[in-house]
């Protein structure tokens, strides 16, 4: 049985190594954050093109914010105790919620997050601020008469609403994801009172213009 003694550090070998690591993960975390603010940058005006319905200038700004979700995501690869971090999440957030809500407007299928490439929490409040951020896109069909978009619309952010509120786990798990649902909540509830009103506007048009048609065949 070998009686030798371990080679002991002195302490500033193991400071200087500590130094070394903590070197790389504060350049690593320099570059990620750089990066993160670029994804929410581009989701931002992603958004922004989505609501002017410059829908291939979207798509075009979406690709580029999914490549630096991916390329955060490979700086951090080595660092995993910064991959969670709250820069990190609120960039994957928005990007999620660029994608998800040019699928909603254009009634395509929402990508999975496995698709998308970002963590659980990230995807489903990046839902539930997509389903927020709709409401703006019902009020512009409202304002172009286009109620048929406006109730597909409506019902899709419905659907997203209904599935987030059966996630009955801690924040510290979810993200704060209670707090994004009853924010929706409260946007679904305004929304759905704006197409009512809109409709019932429209029947009482309807029923004025007919009785004024039977005014005028009766004379």
């Known amino acids: ?14 400071a200087n190594s500590i130094r070394a690591q903590m070197e790389l993960s504060n350049s690593a975390r320099e570059e990620a954050l750089k990066i993160c603010r670029e994804v929410i940058q581009l989701s931002s005006r992603t958004i922004r093109a989505i609501h002017r319905e410059e829908m291939t200038n979207a798509q075009t700004l979406l690709a580029e914010a999914k490549s630096r979700v991916e390329r955060a995501k490979s700086v951090l690869k080595e660092h995993p105790d910064l991959l969670h971090a709250g820069y990190v999440h609120d960039s994957q957030k928005e990007y999620v919620e660029a994608e998800a809500m040019l699928a909603i407007v254009t009634g395509q299928p929402i990508p999975s997050p496995e698709v998308m490439g970002v963590e659980p929490a990230a995807y489903l409040n990046g ?65 759905r009172a704006d197409l009512t009103l809109t409709l019932s506007q429209k029947r009482l048009q309807s029923s004025l213009q007919s009785a004024l048609e039977r005014l005028s065949g009766s004379e």
């Open 127 to 191: 839902l539930a601020e997509a389903a927020s951020e709709s409401r703006r896109h019902v009020l512009d069909r409202l304002r172009l008469d286009d109620i048929a978009q406006a109730e597909r619309v409506l019902k899709r952010m419905d659907d997203i609403y209904y599935e987030l509120v059966t996630f009955d786990f801690p924040d510290a798990i979810t993200g704060g994801l209670r707090r994004t649902t009853d924010a929706l909540r409260a946007v679904l509830e305004r929304t």
């Open 1 to 14: 049985m070998s009686n030798e003694v371990p080679h002991c550090h002195s302490l500033e070998e193991i």
